[in-house]
């Protein structure tokens, strides 16, 4: 297995009015963080704050190239990025306890925190079409170049893993500086990592390593 530390490129926040910062998405052009009671929005490049959705916002965010999905509370909701609007809710497969959240090849990869688990998940009707297991509580969750990582928070300590997306077996792990912890996780298919800072308010990009 490949060891290595994380390499903290920048940081992003705290927010105006976002006290903790859950799932991380990107739309290619904005990062996207679930903030409680709303999505918000910003530049990478600039780190300026551009939209907010009054939507409910508690876990996972996930972009489908057209939709956001947003954990909230038990359910997962499909939501128009351009209005806010709540377009469909298929049922959490952790039943509230669901973390992170991921887009891939037409399903959703549904962290479930402290059950240490990864859900496939069909987007239309919730329905899970596999499952596998980590070692750690798991945060978010993130797809790049056929490759599935996620994050881990426990004991104050987290870190990035990429595991095996059939059997969860750890192929790679990038170790987060001590207290600085992982609440959500996204690739902007290159060479960064977008991560959720949790109650710190902030979101970090971490080096991908090549």
Known sequence: MRKSNAEIVREYGPFPGADSVGGVTYDG?????????RLVAFDPASGEMRRTLDVAAHAGTAYDGKHIFQIAEDR???IDPKTGQVLATIPAPGGGGDSGLAWAEGTLWVGHHRERKIHQVDPETGAVLRTI?????????????????HGTWESDESDLRR???????????IEMPNGVNVSGLESDGGDRFFCGGGKAGKVRAVRRPR
Request: glycine letters at 10%; hydrophobic letters at 40%.
């Open 133 to 149: 297991e980590s070692n750690r509580f798991v945060t978010g969750v993130t797809w790049v170049d056929g490759e599935l990582w």
């Open 76 to 78: 997962i909701q499909k």
């Open 29 to 37: 052009e904005n990062v996207w963080f679930a903030a409680g009671d």
């Open 163 to 173: 595991v095996d997306p059939r059997t969860g077996e750890v192929l790679e792990t």
